[in-house]
């Protein structure tokens, strides 16, 4: 019992040191904590205190500006001999015209961008033209190379004149050929038994036809003259001399019908021929 008593007080005496070693630590890590934090805001107050200097000189400064300002403004007022709404009136005109400046720089830019637009516009329209062009020349070419072998397909026929040789047509789409060479006039006709019918400056009447033999009698009336070419056959080249400057004519009959009463062909002459119609 006596043992119990005295070992009591020991345990308590231990307890007791070791809370105060606690405390005495976190006094000690709050002192410092203090010192720390006075050390902080006494720099930030130092700092606000030069700001605020900073502050009152900067004050100062734009008091001093402002004033030296006013005077080189009623010094140059004085040797402009400006009032102060002459001077206001020409900072409003200058500042106007800066703003017509801006808009006329707006405009210019615009208008170039369009310019550039319809010349970019215009360089692909010419090149459009320009492959149409060579597309076109190709077509001409082809349709001269075709022309000229449908023409050389074309009959080529003596005529009853010295044996002179020429291309006939022997219906109207043959005449449509030769009429693309473009050397010569072409007019188709059809004549009508005992008629006498003017065709290109010359007169023409059907005498005679006989369908089941393909034969006609044709007389020719040229420059007061008469030509009968009798007892023709079809597509036989029928020439004769006519115009002032002589110039071989020819008419090819491609056809006998109506019952004997009718035929039908064409007169070629040449370019520019002056020939007289026939009486």
Known sequence: MSDEVERAPRTYSGALLGAIAVAVVLGIAGLIWCATLNSKLTTQQNELAEAKQQNVNLKASLRETDARLEVATDELKT?????QKQL???AAELAARQQREESN???LASAQKQTAQQVSAVSSAVSDVKTDVGGVKTDVAKTQSDLAEAVSQLTSMKGDLSGHS??????HDELELLKHKGDRNFYE?????GQKKPV??????LKKADSKKNRFTLVVYSDDKEYEKKDRSLNEPL?????KDPA??????????????TISGYLSTPKNASGSSGQ
């Open 88 to 90: 206001d009136a020409r």
């Open 248 to 261: 071989l004519f020819e008419i090819v009959i491609n056809s006998v019908g109506g019952k004997n009463s």
């Open 79 to 83: 040797s402009l001999g400006l009032t």
């Open 166 to 171: 020429s291309l006939i047509a022997r219906n």
């Open 239 to 243: 020439q004769f001399y006519s115009g």
């Open 105 to 107: 720089a707006q405009v």
């Open 189 to 193: 006709f059809t004549l009508t038994k």
């Open 200 to 205: 290109g400056s010359v007169s023409l009447e």
